[in-house]
């Protein structure tokens, strides 16, 4: 039974109270509502047949996108009963690939406030900004300055669509309560000419503040959400490389914190690897990784894939020759002076590669590298569509029965590769996922599975098992626990033909599993207080909101 004060047109307009069609006919009476609403009283699932219908007669996922967020704007029961329910087509257009264009276009498809947005020259308003929010009891934050929005760089103030779609992700498959989720936009400027020059942009109209000032600008704001929600799982999101790192270095013992892009994607890649690994019978230990892409996403994953070889036995030193990190200047090795310090750890001896055939010129270029190396799996992490070319990839193939190929850019236009191409190209032999979603692909009277190597995995049951265990802290061996327990749902472990990752429709069951890993994970460090696994499970099942109707009626003073 939910309580509430409002009455009339009042409670309508309260998405996570309003019901439409479904008040019943004592609730209109009592709240007010006789007239306001039609004479039909629904259950929700009728409410979804409507909704259905009107989501398959928009024409774009742009359009569909739109048609979500209004929904969830007027009722947020009804939206999330919706993308639980038809997750496989939603989480596309909620997420990738849709949201990087929802991003590009937020200022003209802008409808209703949704989260904060914090400009920079309010910094010194944060207090007064966080105390503006509504939810008393917020428990998961997403933050972004959408400098590094997917592969489509900096957004501005278009980035508030991916704490937005994050939020909604938590709720359709973690399970968090909606009302305990807040996105935030840190407004800091933009670089993007486009956005600045655009007469409908809604942003600060101001070149990207940097440095000391934009140090401190963040400091000012995670000492006001300490103090205004303290205890909250605050995630990093789509931060450029440069800073990233550093945040989540300074942060991440001082409140429960992580980076999706560098933590998550991490986990993901990691247990997708796994997986694959597994399904055609070898050892994690015996592959050779390339890794295109070292920003915080290929660094992350890379050291994530590193702490699983050691984690199986192998020494740090012999587990890093197994790495081959390629960054926008070509192979990361000891020969170069333009090393950031992320980098170095993986950075190879130049005489190692003195003997190696390559193109002329001073740089070990990726194709250099692959030719080269022969490697078994290769991970693009670049934003740069089309770099997997068909040489690599036949060469690759050439020397590896099951070339292992990641291309997991997003959104679709920034895919190192097509996995038509790479299926062909490898006479379907390639293990192929990627970041968006891509179709089954047919070869040789086969359809091939495409893994949607996605966050989504990840992200939300990382939230459901850090708030059912009441951890305080975010762990790198939490992560790992998350990757293995992906692993353990992999359909190719019992079938080598099937998908390596679980089906869409699954998410929210593979959230739970992964949820119980990570809590008694959190509580092997001694971050969380140590239960019985069975009162684990049963906190997590208590914690996983489901978006149903309840009885309102109206509070009496």
Known sequence: ?????????????????????????????ELGLLGLLPPEIETIAEQLGRCYEAFTQHATDLEKHIYLRNLQDANETLFYRFAVDYIDEVLPIIYTPTVGEACERFSHIYRRPRGLFIPFPHKDDIDEILSNCVQPDVEVIVVTDAER??????????????????????????????????????????????????????????????GPEYDKFIEAFVEGVMRRFPGVLLQWEDFASRNASTILGRYRDRLLTFNDDIQGTAAVATGTVLAAVASIGQKLCDQ????????????????????????????????RKRFYVV????????????????????????????????????????EDTVLNVHPTVLIGATGQPGVFTERIIRDMAGHVDRPIVFPLSNPTSRCEAVPQDVVRWTAGRALVATGSPFAAVP???????????NNSYIFPAMGLGVRAAGASRVTDEMFMAAAIALQERSPALHDPTAPLLPALKDLRKCARHIAIAVGLEAQRQGVASA??????????DATMWEPKYWPVRLRRS
């Open 149 to 210: 929005i997917l592969g489509l760089g900096d957004q501005g103030a278009g980035g508030m669509g991916i704490p937005i779609g994050k939020l909604s992700l938590y709720t359709a498959i973690g399970g968090i309560d909606p009302e305990k989720t807040l996105p935030i936009m840190l407004d800091v400027g933009t670089n993007n000419k486009e956005r600045l020059g655009d007469p409908t942009y809604i942003g600060w109209r101001h070149e990207r503040v940097s």
């Open 288 to 319: 050779r990784i390339v890794m295109l892409g070292a920003g915080s996403a290929g660094i992350g994953i890379s050291n994530q894939l590193l702490a699983a070889m050691i984690r199986q036995g192998m020494s740090p030193e012999d587990a």
């Open 327 to 366: 960054d926008s200047h070509g192979l990361i090795h000891d020969g170069r002076d333009d090393l950031a310090p992320y980098k170095v750890p993986f950075q190879r001896t130049a005489g190692e590669i003195s003997e190696w055939n390559r193109a002329t010129g001073d740089e070990v270029s990726f």
């Open 1 to 29: 039974m939910l309580e509430t004060s409002l009455r009339g047109q009042s409670l309508l307009e309260q998405p996570l109270l309003n019901k439409g069609t479904a008040f019943t006919a004592e609730e209109r009476v």
């Open 443 to 453: 070869f040789d009277g086969r359809n091939i599975p495409i893994a949607q190597c």
């Open 531 to 540: 239960t019985s696994r069975d009162d684990l499970e049963r906190a997590v």
